[in-house]
C-alpha cells in the first residue's frame, strides 16, 4: 500500500490550493479515504472523509463550506480542494487510509498560509 500527497505550498490568505493524493498497492474503490493535517505543536486531526464510492462526505467544523474532498476511482486519487485559506489551515496534510484493518499513511505535503 502507497499513498502519495502533492499539491501543498505556500499560499497568501484567501488563496486555494488542491492536494492529491495518489494511492497502489490495494484496491482503492474498496476503501474509504480521509484527509488529516498536523500543525506544528498540535495533534494530528481529522480535516475530511470520503466514502468509498464518494457519495458520503465528512468534514472538520473549522473547514466546512471551504474544503471539498473528492475522489476519482479511475485514477486512484484522492483530492482536497482547499478555498479561503486561513493562516491558521498550516500544516502538514496527510493522506489516509484503513487497508486490510492497519492505517496507512502518505509522507505529508506542506501547506503554508502566509501573506
Known amino acids: 500500500v502507497q499513498l502519495v500527497e502533492s499539491g501543498g505550498g505556500l499560499v497568501q490568505p484567501g488563496g486555494s490550493l488542491r492536494l492529491s493524493c495518489a494511492a497502489s498497492?490495494?484496491?482503492?474503490?474498496?476503501?474509504?479515504m480521509n484527509w488529516y493535517r498536523q500543525a506544528t505543536g498540535k495533534e494530528r486531526e481529522l480535516v475530511a472523509f470520503?466514502?468509498?464510492?464518494?457519495?458520503?462526505?465528512k468534514y472538520a467544523d473549522s473547514v466546512k463550506g471551504r474544503f471539498t474532498i473528492s475522489r476519482d476511482n479511475a485514477k486512484n486519487t484522492v483530492y482536497l480542494q482547499m478555498n479561503s485559506l486561513k493562516p491558521e489551515d498550516t500544516a502538514v496534510y496527510y493522506c489516509?487510509?484503513?487497508?486490510?484493518?492497519?492505517?496507512?499513511w502518505g509522507q505529508g505535503t506542506q501547506v503554508t498560509v502566509s501573506s
Open positions: 489516509n487510509s484503513r487497508v486490510f484493518n492497519r492505517g496507512y
Open positions: 498497492g490495494f484496491t482503492f474503490s474498496r476503501y474509504e
Open positions: 470520503i466514502t468509498s464510492a464518494g457519495g458520503s462526505t
